[in-house]
């Protein structure tokens, strides 16, 4: 087994060689010697990975934006805890402490029973207190479910938990065909935008893959000249795979912070309300996930492609 230094002499002597060898007369005296940096070896890998990243970042923060207003439609469902006629103000406030207990409850709103005889009047015009001469209306306790708790069978199951209060009288539920309809609608959006990301997914490793193995094809001959000096594959295999896990690391950095001026630049082009639709604590969970994706893919192509030329003949590599 070949010392790796001498090793890497050898490849310097052979690469020097080849310049003398193809270099008019003349001109060896003047020529300096050309090294590649990482940058110019990876720019363009950079640059493309970078570009599908950031397709991949829009499409997971129209995922989480779809994901947080289906939670808000649902939440937005409204149950009613109607009490008894003599129940009052104090005692509704008691009952609703009791509601909010409850895990699957989100929010609660009292309403008295002057605010029932206000709303009343302001939607019909009718003023019951002087027609019969009291308030006939009973305080109500108005309240909102968690999103995992807006399915019939948990509305059910709250609603049962509620008239066991006492006090209680009723609890106003929506129809149960609605509530259905809604989730219905959701589940099947969650699912075309779940195939949309898979589908995504998959493009987005077929193009880095091809933009790492074609940078990896550039180097074969080098790849196979080593194999000639003794070199082991893990050696061979070693520097590929750590410049394109960084190449794939850098490139989702960018693609970050051009989603992050995005998101920032967005109130000023007239996009007020994309903070609404989409958090920075959203953006977060993707701001670190695309470095690790760009990391994860393009260590494993490169991974792949330096196995592929490994296991080819000197004759395949013309192919």
């Not at 006939?136 to 209060?165: C, G, R, W």
């Not at 590929?240 to 490139?251: D, E, I, K, Q, Y």
């Not at 030329?309 to 395949?316: A, I, T, V």
Request: proline content about 3%.
């Amino acid at each position: 087994m070949l010392d790796k230094g001498v090793l890497k002499c050898y490849l310097c002597t052979l690469e020097r060689k080849s310049d003398y060898e193809t270099a008019p007369k003349g001109e060896m005296k003047d020529k300096k010697e050309v090294k590649i940096t990482f940058w110019a070896a990876h720019a363009t890998t950079i640059v493309s990975v970078t570009l599908v990243l950031i397709l991949v970042g829009i499409m997971a923060l129209i995922s989480f934006g779809a994901s947080s207003e289906t939670r808000k439609l649902r939440e937005r469902i409204e149950l009613s805890a109607v009490m008894n006629d003599s129940i009052s103000n104090e005692e509704a406030a008691r009952i609703m402490t009791l509601i909010q207990k409850n895990p699957e409850v989100k929010e609660t709103r009292l309403i008295s029973k002057e605010e029932a005889m206000q709303s009343w009047k302001k939607e019909t015009g009718e003023d019951l207190e002087e027609l019969f001469g009291v308030n006939i209306f009973s305080p109500e306790v108005s309240f909102t479910l968690n999103a995992d708790a807006t399915h019939p069978a948990s509305i059910k199951k709250v609603e049962k938990k509620i008239l066991s209060i006492v006090g209680v009288e009723e609890v106003a539920v929506p129809d149960a065909t609605v509530v259905e309809k809604m989730n219905h609608n959701i589940s099947t959006l969650s699912m075309i935008l779940g195939g949309i990301a898979v589908v995504m997914l998959i493009i987005s490793f077929v193009l880095i893959n091809n933009t790492v193995h074609l940078t990896i094809y550039s180097r074969r001959f080098t790849i196979h000249t080593m194999q000639l000096v003794g070199a082991t594959n893990n050696f061979i295999r070693g520097p590929f795979v750590r410049h394109n896990l960084l190449a794939g690391f850098l490139s989702g950095l960018v693609a970050a912070g051009v989603l992050a001026l995005a998101l920032g630049g967005a109130p000023k082009a007239g996009v007020n309300d994309i903070a609404t639709y989409i958090s920075w604590e959203d953006f977060g969970i993707v701001a670190v996930i695309l470095p690790l994706a760009g990391l994860i893919i393009c260590a494993f192509a490169a991974w792949l492609a330096t196995a592929r030329y490994l296991r080819k003949d000197y004759g395949e590599l013309f192919r």
